[in-house]
């Protein structure tokens, strides 16, 4: 699944932002849902898109929240969803489905920071695994009927570079034993991206693709706490004075251009006829097998045969629907 992995040679930039990338589009009509598409980067997608002419539908564990958030913003409404309740994913697909709008884009948006102690759904799945890759797996399975009727539809999943260092814990998922943030965000975000493999593999010939979309690492503008600020400075986020670092070359981003990339998935005419890919500054992201190390000064994020991955994706998946079942 790697043959097309290859840059197209857009020409946007690192340093592009959402507005650049969708300018010029006409996007009237089309009928997008983000999840979480009311904080920081998820925010920006939602004004982007809604600024281009699509409907946006955000989907938010906290309605009244979130529609504060987006009060201002023409064309958006905001509907609850909460992606590690089974129940409410059911309910949120079913109500789309019943007024038979096609869903023209849905963007996988909504993730949790890692804790440094083990967090649970309902279910007993470790939280970030669970509402990153379950939660979003179970909503798209249940909206295809709506992503079929768009006849030319697109499924976006943020993924972030960790994607490259993350494993799957195949016999210990949930973190049983041996629980670490870091594998954890790692795992979550490397099953996004098989996620995505299959779902393209299985559904393209349906008229939909899919594209895991690494928004580059996006923290400001802050304020932070002393703790974070701490992990930042060792990081290379934030300078010695405590403000933010922005550095689209290495991968350090405002929220504008972070959210560049996830709405150059969800709405550019260049990738047509693309899927089953990880994209980065808003392009197809290079491949890249060498073993790089993470430090303040480089943050590895290209794309590697590990984690696009075709058999993982398709064992990812069906594992996916015995935790469902």
Same mark, same amino acid.
């Given at each position: 699944?790697?043959?097309?992995?290859? @840059?197209?040679?857009?020409?946007?930039?690192?340093?592009?932002?959402?507005?650049?990338?969708?300018? +010029?589009? !006409?996007?009237?009509?089309?009928?997008?849902?983000?999840?979480?598409?009311?904080?920081?980067?998820?925010?920006?997608?939602?004004?982007?898109?809604?600024? *281009?002419?699509?409907?946006?539908?955000?989907?938010?564990?906290?309605?009244?929240?979130?529609?504060?958030?987006?009060?201002?913003?023409?064309?958006?409404?905001?509907?609850?969803?909460?992606?590690? !309740?089974?129940?409410?994913?059911?309910?949120?697909?079913?109500?789309?489905?019943?007024?038979?709008?096609?869903?023209?884009?849905?963007?996988?948006?909504?993730?949790?920071?890692?804790?440094?102690?083990?967090?649970?759904?309902?279910?007993?799945?470790?939280?970030?695994?669970?509402?990153?890759?379950?939660?979003?797996?179970?909503?798209?399975?249940?909206?295809?009927?709506?992503?079929?009727?768009?006849?030319? *539809?697109?499924?976006?999943?943020?993924?972030?570079?960790? *994607?490259?260092?993350?494993? /799957?814990?195949?016999?210990?998922?949930?973190?049983?034993?041996?629980?670490? @943030?870091?594998?954890?965000?790692?795992?979550?975000?490397?099953?996004?991206?098989?996620?995505?493999?299959?779902?393209?593999?299985?559904?393209?010939?349906?008229?939909?693709?899919?594209?895991?979309?690494?928004?580059?690492?996006?923290?400001?503008?802050?304020?932070?706490?002393?703790?974070?600020?701490?992990?930042?400075?060792?990081?290379?986020?934030?300078?010695?004075?405590?403000?933010?670092?922005?550095?689209?070359?290495?991968?350090?981003?405002?929220?504008?251009?972070?959210?560049?990339?996830?709405?150059?998935?969800?709405?550019?005419?260049?990738?047509? +006829?693309?899927?089953?890919?990880?994209?980065?500054?808003? !392009?197809?992201?290079?491949?890249?097998?060498?073993?790089?190390?993470?430090?303040?000064?480089?943050?590895?994020?290209?794309?590697?045969?590990? /984690?696009?991955?075709?058999?993982? *994706?398709?064992?990812?998946?069906?594992?996916?629907?015995?935790?469902?079942?």
């Amino acid at each position: 699944m790697t043959a097309q992995q290859i @840059p197209l040679g857009t020409p946007f930039t690192a340093s592009s932002t959402a507005d650049e990338v969708l300018s +010029g589009l !006409d996007l009237s009509g089309r009928e997008v849902i983000v999840t979480g598409g009311h904080g920081r980067l998820g925010r920006e997608v939602t004004r982007a898109l809604c600024a *281009a002419g699509a409907t946006v539908t955000v989907a938010a564990r906290d309605p009244e929240r979130a529609a504060a958030a987006v009060d201002g913003i023409k064309g958006v409404r905001v509907e609850r969803l909460d992606l590690t !309740d089974p129940g409410s994913i059911e309910s949120f697909a079913q109500r789309w489905l019943a007024s038979g709008r096609p869903l023209h884009v849905l963007v996988n948006n909504a993730a949790v920071l890692f804790s440094p102690e083990i967090v649970r759904d309902a279910r007993g799945h470790e939280l970030q695994f669970s509402t990153s890759h379950l939660g979003h797996f179970q909503l798209t399975r249940a909206l295809l009927p709506a992503l079929r009727a768009a006849h030319g *539809a697109r499924v976006v999943t943020v993924t972030s570079g960790a *994607a490259r260092f993350g494993e /799957m814990r195949w016999d210990d998922l949930d973190f049983a034993t041996g629980y670490d @943030p870091a594998s954890a965000y790692g795992q979550s975000k490397r099953a996004n991206v098989l996620f995505t493999v299959e779902l393209d593999r299985r559904y393209a010939d349906d008229g939909v693709r899919a594209f895991a979309t690494h928004p580059g690492v996006v923290i400001g503008p802050g304020p932070f706490t002393a703790e974070q600020i701490a992990s930042f400075r060792a990081q290379g986020l934030v300078d010695d004075d405590g403000a933010t670092v922005i550095d689209p070359g290495n991968g350090k981003k405002t929220i504008e251009q972070g959210a560049a990339t996830l709405v150059f998935g969800a709405a550019s005419p260049l990738l047509d +006829g693309v899927g089953g890919v990880y994209l980065k500054d808003s !392009d197809v992201a290079e491949l890249d097998e060498e073993q790089r190390p993470l430090t303040a000064d480089s943050i590895p994020s290209d794309a590697n045969s590990a /984690m696009l991955d075709p058999d993982d *994706a398709r064992r990812l998946w069906e594992l996916s629907e015995q935790l469902l079942a």
